[in-house]
């Protein structure tokens, strides 16, 4: 696919230098769609976002390692993720949607794919919880792979399902901050009670998604990714979720890159956040 002209041109050169071996831990592909269609049950319909436009952003922001993420519109078809991660086995991995109709072939052929975890959406807008019989069949098929479950949540159901994510006998990762309002600041319940599961060695927390919670310049989400990072600095991540999905506004990833030295703000917090956590949750 031709990446349109004007993608990097309206992006920002960030003024902060990655590290190398700095990963995009929460991105997407998207389509193109006359080659990987669109699940039928979608909630949303994106703009397709191949593999080349992220390849070509991540080379633009100096970005040296990504994570896939499949994402609800493609549904339960990995199809292209798994072209994406296929493309450069050495700098992708992947996080599947799967339900339990998948075979030991099915999971085999993911982890060879370069596939490391199972995402579940419990968010509303996206079609809410899922089949909680489904998600407890599919837990038990892969909590022994080495894998690692990653929830979508709304800042208000994270104390109802806290019962059942304590219970979790795997890894699992928070998407996007728990999705906490960041006008409500760093002493809100919900957040509160995201850090209390952080207490758990087997929870991990994704800074993502400041321009989810917040609008640029992002100075109250800011704050947030923070205090999470240094609750738990060995087990957080960084991503900048292009091609933000149902955004409010247009992100710029600069902006967002630009965010990093902010939230983690030495060397060392830099690494771990941007090197060190992702590459030993995602076997780079």
Known sequence: MTIPPDFLSKRRKPAFKLPPGATDAHCHVFGPGNVFPYSPSRKYTPEDAPKEMLRALHDYLG??????????????DNAAMLDCIASDPKRYRGVAIVNDTFTDADFQNLHDGGVRGVRFNFVKHLGGAPDMAVFDRVIDRVKDRGWHVVLHLDAKDIDELSAVIRKLPMTFVIDHMGRVPSADGVEQAPLNTLLELAKLEKCWIKVTGSERIDFPPYDKAVPIARKILETIPDRVLWGTDFPHPNSTHEADEGELVDLVPHIAVSDDLQRKLLVDNPAKLYDF
């Open 63 to 76: 970005i040296e390692r990504a994570v896939i993420v499949q994402a609800s519109c493609h549904g339960l």
